[in-house]
DNA sequence: TTCGTAATTTAGAATAATTCTAAATTGCTT
DNA sequence: AAGCAATTTAGAATTATTCTAAATTACGAA
């Protein structure tokens, strides 16, 4: 028996190994969903389409506020097992709170402290040169470039 | 009455305007200080003499074992005290612990997240080209890089 | 010195984000 | 339909940090 409309969600998670579960459907609607729009490419050129910067804490209210019945307890491991399969990103701007993106492809922030907002900025808008070598024993593993914004003025 | 010997914390702190209080000036050698090496320079060319990385917890520990006695909450208030008087920079690289920096030139950081340790990578070791333009209304902060390290193999 | 007062420190409570636990529920395979 | 492992969940526990209100301390004035 297949769920007729799911948005394909059930085929998303089964495809990393996830038991597609009423939450699990749910969250991953919300976070990987583009509302009523017809099912297509999760691309345009190198755009992601919707990509969204979510807090646990956030993500839980968007549920609640959908009437989809989730505990914060599942939210956080939902977001864990989806981070662990690689359908999103966790990116570290803030000591104190974790936020995740669905947009998993290597790329930068600018972030807004005053508003907690990321904004996604392309890889290749931020041309790198060559890093110093790591400590020993070490290799890198991902680099991460934050640029944090103020108001204009002062 | 001058102290004999604070390793020119006092001054320090009185130049930022913060009373030198038994506190502060223990916190402040053991961020600043260089052990019983004389005074003088605090940087060597474009290189910090001791560059520091702590969380409130190691800097608290630390504190208490040279028999300091100071209180993990005046250790955080001396802290936010220190990076707002720009004595130190918050490092932000872990989404739940706070490090502070000794090094407030700009530069950018080594973190190995297994060992929750920081290694300083000099501004200029990292060219970087221009930066897209920020949202409307708000400009740039600061750029942070944060390159994470993985042990080599695997 | 000694005072007076404002700044500082502090213990302990409070808060916030996250994780843990153990029991109830649910999704699949038989 | 039954069995069982995987999942969910309420609520407790943990961790990092901040807050509060009372005690202490630094420092200029007398």
New binding site residues.
């Given amino acids: 028996m297949v769920m007729i409309n799911d948005n394909g969600m059930s085929a998303k998670l089964k495809a990393v190994g996830?038991?597609?579960?009423?939450?699990?459907i749910a969250l991953a609607e919300i976070l990987f969903g583009r509302g009523d729009q017809p099912l297509g490419d999760q691309h345009l050129g190198d755009q992601h389409v919707s990509d969204r910067h979510v807090?646990?804490?956030q993500l839980h209210g968007e549920a609640i506020g959908r009437d989809v019945?989730?505990?914060?307890?599942?939210v956080?491991?939902?977001l864990?097992q989806f981070t662990g399969q690689g359908l999103l990103r966790e990116v570290v701007v803030d000591?104190?709170?974790?936020y995740f993106d669905t947009n998993v492809d290597a790329h930068h922030h600018f972030f807004d402290p005053s508003r907690g907002e990321l904004v996604d900025i392309n890889r290749d808008a931020i041309p790198l040169g060559d890093l110093p070598p790591p400590p020993e024993g070490m290799v890198v593993d991902s680099v991460d470039i934050v640029v944090r914004l103020k108001p204009t003025g002062r």
């Fill in positions: 996830l038991r597609p579960t009423r939450q699990r807090t646990a804490e019945a989730v505990s914060l307890a599942t956080y491991n939902t864990h000591s104190g709170r974790s």
